[in-house]
């Protein structure tokens, strides 16, 4: 968590235009909202021209009944002029009515009126990739993600997540998830999601559906190659004659099959070896990191448990006599506390809609710069103690809990979060680990300590893991989650490496404190002591 605290610049900002929807789940509820008002443009579109096909049915009937009605005859003065009539003006009027382009036209101005708020591209491979990384962290299978299953990988334990409704992925959408990996050489992936789409095809040929882009065919090509770069020659070879079936001249897939036929014949090929994981972020506590984020409940270690006690605490704060902080310790090495019920629901929903409308993509630090990340995905916003009461209520209550200095420049503004589509923060350190870091900007030191509160509950994942000290704590809606980041001797605390782990379901918000060590030289005392 490396944004720097300058969200005094946002107050001088007009409210960002919608983008990056993935990021952040306020946007993809308000992507609800648009594509309901396309539902409603639809339904209209569908009145209308329901409408003109039965005007268009009656006049066929009439017509059809005539020309099967042997006393019909153009004998008849009356049916010869009514015959004239029809072929000059009514057919005329029938095939080139405006109504259907003016239906047509109308679906197009509503598409126009909500184009500026949909989702786009980017936003598409940010979901795809959001899949794929609930499927590595979590252990899910990807045919149980096709089937709507949040199910382990050969596990026969419950779901790690249920749905209230189940919605299965067509195979339209396995391709594109399949595609994305593909395009960026990530064939462990691709293979996976294009072998369910392949399969999905095979059961519904014929029968393509109007919103798909891709096909059987499609599909085929792609896995083929991925099992080609995967080394595993043979597969390839039966992909593309499968493909041929379907359309036998196309070149390039003729040429695939030839030389795949020369390298099996020549005896070249050695046998594929099991694809590895790409690991794109180098992260090298990977498999630490996503124990942890499965860990059931956030449970402890079992050698952690004996120092988990719970208290209630004044912290010798008159703000606290009341109504005394509900304190459980959750870690002692390093220092990890959590603050149940340290804020109301009320006030949850007051900063959420404070932050809201201000949202934009958050940033990591990166040498001297602050860019975007694919390793955090979120949006965040900064709320000066000034915007509301309710904020300056919680920072006094805050400075109270933790018995530190809140004031400028000693802290840095409330930054909320409002994580993604499996929104997520790999591992890092709150603290600056390098005297270049942004944060040194602000002229007051390194942050000494971080209050984290959650401002909504998660159905499943999301939960904090401390990798070092073995530590997952569990998403506990309105509580504070407090931990030190440096050493009394001024040290980074190099046991408070931690990530917010990927959120299987539901909308996470949090909103952080980070507070500076300088302003607190009396009220956390320096140490020489190289263990403290």
């Not at 080139?96 to 989702?119: C, I, K, W």
Request: glycine residues 6%.
């Amino acid at each position: 968590m490396r944004a720097l605290g300058l969200g005094v610049l946002l107050a001088l900002l007009p409210p960002p235009a919608p983008a990056e929807t993935f990021s952040a789940m306020r946007s993809v509820r308000a992507a609800m909202g648009a594509e309901g008002r396309l539902l409603r443009r639809l339904r209209a579109y569908l009145r209308e021209e329901s409408a003109r096909l039965r005007r268009l049915t009656r006049f066929y009937e009439k017509v059809h009944a005539l020309h099967q009605d042997p006393q019909a005859s153009v004998d008849n003065p009356l049916l010869a002029f009514s015959l004239i009539k029809r072929l000059y003006s009514d057919w005329p009027n029938v095939i080139y009515s405006d109504e259907a382009t003016e239906n047509t036209q109308a679906l197009h101005d509503g598409f126009q009126e909500v184009e500026r708020e949909l989702p786009g591209a980017e936003d598409l491979d940010g979901a795809a990739r959001a899949l794929m990384r609930l499927q590595d962290v979590y252990g899910l299978s990807v045919k149980g993600l096709a089937n709507g299953v949040f199910q382990r990988t050969g596990a026969a334990r419950a779901p790690l997540y249920s749905p209230g409704r189940r919605v299965a992925l067509s195979a339209d959408d396995c391709f594109h998830v399949g595609k994305v990996a593909y395009d960026t050489g990530d064939y462990y992936h691709s293979i996976a999601w294009l072998e369910e789409a392949v399969g999905l095809f095979r059961l519904s040929y014929g029968s393509r559906s109007p919103e798909d882009r891709s096909s059987l065919e499609d599909a085929l090509d792609h896995l083929a190659f991925s099992y080609f770069m995967a080394g595993n020659i043979s597969h390839a070879l039966s992909l593309s004659r499968e493909f041929l079936h379907y359309d036998p001249s196309n070149r390039r897939v003729l040429r695939n099959v030839v030389k795949y036929e020369e390298l099996l014949e020549k005896g070249t090929v050695t046998s594929a070896e099991p694809l590895r994981r790409p690991n794109g972020t180098h992260l090298q506590s990977r498999d630490a990191y996503e124990e942890l984020c499965q860990r059931p409940r956030g449970q402890s270690a079992p050698e952690h448990l004996p120092h988990l006690i719970c208290s209630y605490e004044t912290n010798g704060s008159p703000f606290l006599l009341l109504q005394p902080a509900k304190k459980e310790m959750v870690q002692t090495q390093p220092y990890v506390a959590l603050y149940h019920d340290f804020i109301s629901d009320a006030e949850a929903e007051t900063i959420k809609g404070l932050a809201g409308p201000w949202l934009q993509r958050s940033v990591v630090a990166s040498g001297e710069k602050q860019q975007k990340a694919e390793y955090r995905i979120s949006k965040s916003a900064w709320l000066k103690d000034t915007v509301d009461p309710v904020v300056r209520a919680l920072e006094q209550r805050i400075g109270a809990v933790t018995g530190l200095d809140l004031r400028p420049p000693y802290a840095e503004y409330l930054q909320v979060v409002n994580y993604g589509l499996g929104g997520h923060y790999e591992p890092h350190f709150d603290h600056a680990t390098s005297r270049k870091s942004p944060l040194y900007r602000m002229k007051s030191g390194n942050r000494i300590a971080t209050v984290m509160i959650y401002l909504s509950a998660v159905e499943a994942g999301g939960s904090t893991a401390f990798i070092a000290a073995n530590l997952s704590v569990p998403v506990v809606k309105n509580a504070a989650l407090f931990w030190w980041n440096l050493r009394r001797n001024g040290a980074g605390a190099g046991d408070t490496l931690h990530a917010a782990c990927p959120v299987l379901a539901g909308d996470k918000w949090v909103a952080n404190k980070w507070i500076h060590e300088y302003g607190q030289e009396f009220r956390r005392p320096c140490s020489t002591d190289p263990q403290e």
